[in-house]
């Protein structure tokens, strides 16, 4: 298992948007199924059902590997194969995976079209490899990848907006959930489905994008029609988590944010600080401390290890046993847990009591609540918004706006009107 090398996760959802590619696509489909037939891999021709799967999974597979020219770098295209994946339970496959997707991988590869680079493999819990392919020199004689237009593809509405995990395994993922819809789910997938629309329609660009693409640090591509949000609920819980995911701009690091033009203007952030202490403050039903509530010794000394350690804390179910990853080097060199941790109740006792009791998911799904019903908001005063964990993305002229609406949302959920919001210009 190669950790350096960079990974591209398929996703299912794009599409060609040209004729060019789109004739490319069947034609590709086309040699599969004669190569099957005339070598005996499959006996008998396809049902009309099940060919429209195969060209579906085919096109899908095609257009990932065009993505995947696009990108700098020589990244490779990790590929499901597990059963549970492709066949879930509940009967809720996206209608690209299945047996359809796992053969037409075989085929591209028998044609040279594709390399397996990697078949997936389990040593344990902990060490997995992900099936890993890319595409061949002669894949551009099937493919226009020369050079790769990713205008030529646009992708799909996610099939499940609201999606509930469960708990994270040692490798940190979680394996959906499948539930019956109800009229709250509907109700959240509905307002999902809204935004996506505006998104759709909004004129948001990528500054300088050329031919070539970045991967972003969710495996993702960053392309600016990645717009289709979904929302994400922890723990098989409906009242933990809550998190929207999926747009392009959560791919990208926080300082290629500045690239991202929306009606034509550079963008601000706009976004709560402190969110999840205040909210907790919220909770303890505590008056809000004044000043920086990370600013544990009131001179920024080791700020960002307080922050951590106190989010920790509030993620915790039980007492926290060891530092956090990446805090103790914010503290002075002999630093006990013990010792921070109780300068840290000292200095917040109101909300001590709820440290090591994992209220942290309940108060993210808060803090999702009054992203999603800001940007809602924002969307109906005609304000393109990008929506991250605790802020939004605005045009710059828009920033001010956004700010009050931020303001006014946080006092309607909380009753408290202590939110702190700063405002940050992002031009380059």
């Not at 591209?8 to 004739?23: C, G, I, K, V, Y």
């Not at 010794?297 to 989010?311: C, F, I, S, V």
């Not at 005063?381 to 609406?405: F, M, N």
Request: net charge positive; aromatic share 8%.
């Amino acid at each position: 298992m190669d950790d350096q090398i960079e990974l591209m996760w398929f996703d299912p959802q794009f599409r060609s948007r040209t004729a060019e590619l789109s004739a490319a696509i069947e034609r590709i489909g086309d040699q599969l199924i004669e190569h099957e037939l005339a070598n005996g891999i499959r006996q008998r021709a396809r049902q009309p059902a099940d060919k429209k799967k195969f060209y579906l999974a085919v096109g899908a597979l095609a257009c990932n590997l065009l993505l995947l020219k696009a990108a700098e770098g020589d990244a490779k295209l990790a590929i499901p194969r597990a059963h549970g994946f492709l066949w879930p339970k509940g009967g809720n496959a996206n209608p690209v995976f299945g047996q359809h997707f796992l053969t037409a991988i075989d085929l591209l590869a028998a044609l040279k079209l594709i390399h397996e680079d990697c078949k997936g493999f389990r040593i344990s819990e902990r060490l997995k490899q992900a099936s890993l392919i890319s595409p061949t020199e002669h894949l551009a004689s099937c493919l226009p990848l020369n050079p790769p237009d990713w205008r030529s593809i646009y992708r799909l509405d996610d099939p499940a907006l609201i999606i509930l995990k469960e708990g994270k395994d040692e490798d940190g993922r979680a394996q959906a959930v499948s539930f019956k819809p109800t009229a709250r789910t509907k109700q959240w997938a509905g307002q999902i489905r809204r935004m996506n629309r505006h998104l759709r329609d909004a004129q948001i660009e990528i500054a300088g994008a050329s031919d070539k693409l970045a991967i972003g640090k969710d495996g993702q591509i960053i392309a600016p029609y990645r717009r289709s949000l979904r929302r994400i609920f922890n723990n098989g819980k409906w009242g933990h988590g809550g998190r929207l995911a999926g747009g392009f701009w959560m791919s990208m690091e926080r300082s290629e944010r500045k690239r991202i033009r929306i009606d034509g203007e550079p963008i601000a952030d706009v976004d709560y600080q402190q969110l999840f202490p205040r909210l907790a403050y919220v909770r303890a039903r505590a008056e809000q401390p004044d000043g920086d509530i990370y600013d544990v010794q009131g001179d920024q000394t080791g700020r960002d290890g307080w922050k951590r350690l106190m989010n920790a804390l509030l993620f915790a179910n039980g007492p926290l046993k060891n530092w956090p990853e990446e805090t103790l080097q914010h503290f002075p060199a002999g630093t006990k847990l013990r010792d921070a941790i109780k300068m840290l109740c000292q200095k917040h006792g109101p909300i001590a009591p709820l440290f090591g009791t994992g209220l942290g998911f309940e108060l993210m799904r808060a803090e999702s609540d009054i992203i999603i019903e800001v940007t809602t908001q924002l969307f109906r005063q005609g304000i393109t918004a990008l929506p991250l964990h605790d802020a939004v993305l605005v045009a710059e002229s828009r920033a001010v706006a956004a700010q009050k609406e931020m303001q006014d949302e946080f006092e309607r959920q909380t009753g408290c009107g202590c939110a702190i919001l700063k405002i940050k210009v992002m031009s380059e």
